[in-house]
């Protein structure tokens, strides 16, 4: 119990003369012992790569898990050293509806049928979130976990440690300096090279303990290409899913709707023209074509000039023309237009020199 108290009260004592130095040192009345400048760069170094490191660990749970209610219940359970349960992704979980869905609505029905193919297909893009979560915590979250959890503490452990020593010696070197009689001025002396030896022995520490943050960055450099590489993966196997979910449903809605494209075998409307104002409002552009009446799929030029007659009316309502350039009229026969003008109005193409006009109605 009395060496117990005994070494409280040193401890005590110690922080209180190393509070007097940094205050001393903070308001300029004390000096302090600066260190060499490679260790400072290594400090600062280390400062930005703890900092950026948190943040890109933050971001990336963020990306991989949106929901924080989520997060803080895994948190919880890594600090309890629980298996964090496995959770189902929302791609597996629009799947099963729609499976279930298409229970009730008939497996025999087109709809029904249709949401069977989709909901199995959106059950495998949910599956392969789920391994690329995985993937990503394992080969990217965890090395920069166990940086700022275990490498940085020792660092920072040992920059404060290093900081005390620092202090112990300015202690020691103002008490060399008050020193008057012979004998304190050489206990003061052998005080301060005791101070020095161990404030050496701890720069050397910190400093290898820095250095190390190169290889930290090595190996982070790693974990990035391998979280790249699962990205791709995933976002690889999607593009896949979706272009086997697009041909299924094409040949579905193919078999199911056989004259949904009907129109499209017309002989009579075979050909497809550009868009009349779009052509007609740039200079240089050739007329568009017309749809060939008599040859199947094959558009010809217009012999002469496009009568209004010749343009046929919108099915439906008024067309609307988009202005793509600005336009000044030459006479009171037309019109001023500015560009990304977009009106309702009954448009007739004319063509003549030096190129074709937009005469809107």
């Known amino acids: 119990m009395d060496f117990n108290l005994k070494k409280l009260t040193s401890d005590a004592g110690v922080f209180f003369t190393r509070a007097v130095q940094f205050t001393e040192e903070k308001l300029g009345s004390a000096e302090k012992t600066e260190l060499d400048a490679h260790l400072e760069n290594l400090i600062a170094r280390a400062d930005c790569t703890k900092n950026w490191t948190e943040k890109i660990f933050r971001q990336t749970e963020v990306l991989l898990q949106p929901n924080p209610s989520a997060r803080i219940e895994e948190f919880?359970?890594?600090?309890?050293?629980?298996?964090?349960?496995s959770r189902t992704t929302n791609g597996e979980l629009l799947g099963q509806?729609?499976?279930?869905?298409?229970k009730d609505f008939g497996p025999g029905t087109p709809y029904g049928s249709t949401l069977i193919t989709v909901g199995e297909y959106q059950s495998r893009l949910g599956g392969a979130e789920r391994?690329?979560?995985?993937?990503s915590a394992i080969n990217f979250l965890t090395p920069?976990?166990?940086?700022l959890e275990g490498d940085w503490r020792t660092i920072s452990k040992e920059r404060r440690l290093l900081e005390n020593r620092r202090l112990d010696l300015d202690i020691c070197k103002a008490r060399v300096k008050k020193a008057k009689q012979a004998e304190a001025k050489a206990a003061a002396e052998q005080e301060l090279r005791v101070a020095q030896t161990e404030f050496d022995r701890q720069a050397e520490v910190t400093r290898?303990?820095?250095?190390?943050?190169s290889s930290t960055h090595v190996n982070h450099l790693r974990c990035l290409h391998e979280f790249v590489e699962a990205q791709a993966t995933y976002y690889a196997q999607c593009h896949q899913y979706m272009q086997e979910l697009q041909k299924e449903l094409s040949s579905a809605n193919s078999d199911t709707y056989p004259n949904s494209f009907a129109s499209n075998a017309n002989p009579s409307t075979s050909a497809t023209c550009p868009s009349p104002v779009s052509s007609a409002t740039l200079p240089g552009v050739s007329p568009p074509c017309l749809a060939s009446t008599s040859t199947p799929g094959i558009a010809r030029e217009p012999?002469?000039?496009?009568?209004?007659?010749?343009?046929?009316q919108p099915s439906t309502g008024h067309r609307k023309a988009k202005v793509l350039y600005d336009y000044d009229a030459h006479d009171t026969s037309e019109l001023s237009l500015l560009a990304d003008e977009v009106g309702?109005?009954?448009?007739?193409?004319?063509?003549?020199?030096?190129?074709?006009?937009?005469c809107i109605m």
Request: some cysteine; proline content about 5%.
């Open 76 to 85: 919880f359970y890594e600090k309890l050293d629980k298996k964090i349960p």
């Open 97 to 102: 509806y729609m499976l279930d869905a298409a």
């Open 131 to 135: 391994e690329f979560l995985q993937t």
């Open 144 to 147: 920069l976990r166990n940086f």
């Open 208 to 213: 290898l303990l820095l250095e190390g943050i």
């Open 303 to 312: 012999s002469g000039p496009l009568k209004i007659q010749d343009v046929q």
């Open 344 to 358: 309702a109005a009954m448009v007739h193409i004319c063509y003549g020199e030096p190129f074709g006009t937009c």
